[in-house]
T-cell receptor, first 112, second 113 residues
Framework: TQLLEQSPQFLSIQEGENLTVYCNSS?????LQWYRQEPGEGPVLLVT?????EVKKLKRLTFQFGDARKDSSLHITAAQPGDTGLYLC????????????FGKGTLLTVNP | EPEVTQTPSHQVTQMGQEVILRCVPI?????FYWYRQILGQKVEFLVS????????KSEIFDDQFSVERPDGSNFTLKIRSTKLEDSAMYFC???????????FGQGTRLTVV
């Protein structure tokens, strides 16, 4: 069974601070996706990383896939209150049906 | 922008009743999924569907659950006899060729009373 551990579970910071959240596993994933989920809504895809060591940037968000494709990180620079939300990582294990295994998420609160 | 749509957004049902949750995946996508999220817990895989048949299902997806693609656009999840523990958000998702990116619907909040 593939598991993804996200840390920290909760993070509360002030506007303008930088932060990093982590997604770790003992399993190798073919790809890893980061989502953001608002209360009562579905996960919204932010980025997909596929290659070990890959780095992708989305404005102030930087995503990295570990060299061994077992872990990933999301770094936010100069956080804003609009960044508040639940950040989920989800790994695709390489099977023929592309199902996702989700972590529990990091609930980020950015205070003005 | 194409999106996955789900109906209804909320469903309240009595224990033992049958419910059907409906989804319209993105039109050129090939793989379809149902996931669920019990309040406060992580999103869990239920079932994947490809080429008009189930390609994988989880332990949660027992005989009470079934999926169907009755026409070229809809994808449904049926729970035959609902239990209290079926109360959750149910998300439909779809992926296209290459299947690298899964797009999720807004979800159906199912409450079994």
């Amino acid at each position: 069974t593939q598991l993804l551990e996200q840390s920290p579970q909760f993070l509360s910071i002030q506007e303008g601070e930088n932060l990093t959240v982590y997604c770790n596993s003992s399993s190798v994933f073919s790809s890893l996706q980061w989502y953001r989920q608002e209360p009562g809504e579905g996960p919204v895809l932010l980025v997909t990383v596929v290659t070990g060591g890959e780095v992708k940037k989305l404005k102030r968000l930087t995503f990295q896939f570990g060299d061994a494709r077992k872990d990933s990180s999301l770094h936010i620079t100069a956080a804003q209150p609009g960044d508040t939300g639940l950040y989920l990582c989800a790994g695709e294990g390489g099977g023929s049906n592309y199902k996702l295994t989700f972590g529990k998420g990091t609930l980020l609160t950015v205070n003005p | 922008e194409p999106e996955v749509t789900q109906t209804p957004s909320h469903q309240v049902t009595q224990m033992g009743q049958e419910v059907i949750l409906r989804c319209v995946p993105i039109s050129n996508h090939l793989y379809f999924y149902w996931y669920r999220q019990i309040l406060g817990q992580k999103v869990e895989f239920l079932v994947s569907f490809y080429n008009n048949e189930i390609s994988e299902k989880s332990e949660i997806f027992d005989d009470q659950f079934s999926v169907e693609r009755p026409d070229g656009s809809n994808f449904t999840l049926k729970i035959r006899s609902t239990k209290l523990e079926d109360s959750a958000m149910y998300f439909c998702a779809s992926t296209g060729t290459g299947a690298l990116e899964a797009f999720f619907g807004q979800g159906t909040r199912l409450t079994v009373v």
